[in-house]
């Protein structure tokens, strides 16, 4: 099993849908949790990090399921700017990787 | 304040060539990691280096090297490129203690013929 897995999509949206992303880990001693977002042809940058407790900023909302070992993203009000491929990054604390990407899930908004 | 940035943007080599792939970073960042990212493969890690005068093995780190040479920059060497090292190579950078909050220069595409 894959460390990080990731429904890779596309997912294709209107403008104004919400939409919803899932991640799963493979690892249960994973500490943190983030994502990251990278436009076609440019290098990721981060989005947001994950918390026990959720966490949300503007239209973005972040949740951890530790028991079932799933982050998920819920991105509402779709912009034709969030156009990206989201990258679930973990902290493994394991070997010689300090954060495990997975292959990302991408999104397209249609206007 | 550039950031990350690295050398060359785009590179052709033929298989059985060398290069080496420049990073550097103006953030005071202890940490730094070369990636390299295929379709349907995602992010990999090739090397990392913890702090200056400290290097880490990755993921992926056959047939390549590098040189951490100053707190600064963190450069890849591809000895022999084969033509499984095409790919988009980042590299990225950190504070200490947040390893999470990786800042990536813009990448290297590489292709070898």
């Known amino acids: 099993r894959k460390e990080v897995e990731q429904d890779p999509g596309p997912f294709n949206v209107p403008e104004g849908a919400t939409v919803a992303f899932n991640c799963t880990y493979s690892n249960s001693a994973s500490q943190s949790f983030f994502w990251y977002r990278q436009d076609c042809r440019k290098e990721p940058k981060l989005l947001m990090s994950v918390y026990s407790s959720g966490n949300e900023d503007g239209r973005f909302t972040a949740q951890l399921n530790r028991a079932s070992q799933y982050i998920s993203l819920l991105i509402r009000d779709s912009k034709l700017s969030d156009s990206a491929t989201y990258l679930c990054v973990v902290n493994s604390n394991s070997g010689n990787t300090p954060l495990v990407f997975g292959k990302g899930t991408r999104l397209s908004v249609i206007a | ?113």
């Open chain 2, 1 to 113: 304040n550039a950031g990350v940035t690295q050398t060359p943007k785009f590179q052709v080599l033929k298989t059985g060539q060398s290069m080496t792939l420049q990073c550097a970073q103006d953030m005071n960042h202890n940490s730094m990691y070369w990636y390299r990212q295929d379709p349907g493969m995602g992010l990999r890690l090739i090397y990392y280096s913890a702090s200056e005068g400290t290097t880490d093995k990755g993921e992926v780190p056959n047939g390549y090297n590098v040189s951490r040479l100053n707190k600064r920059e963190f450069s890849l060497r591809l000895e022999s490129a084969a033509p499984s090292q095409t790919s988009v190579y980042f590299c990225a950078s950190t504070l200490q203690g947040r390893a999470y909050e990786q800042y990536f220069g813009p990448g290297t595409r590489l292709t070898v013929t």
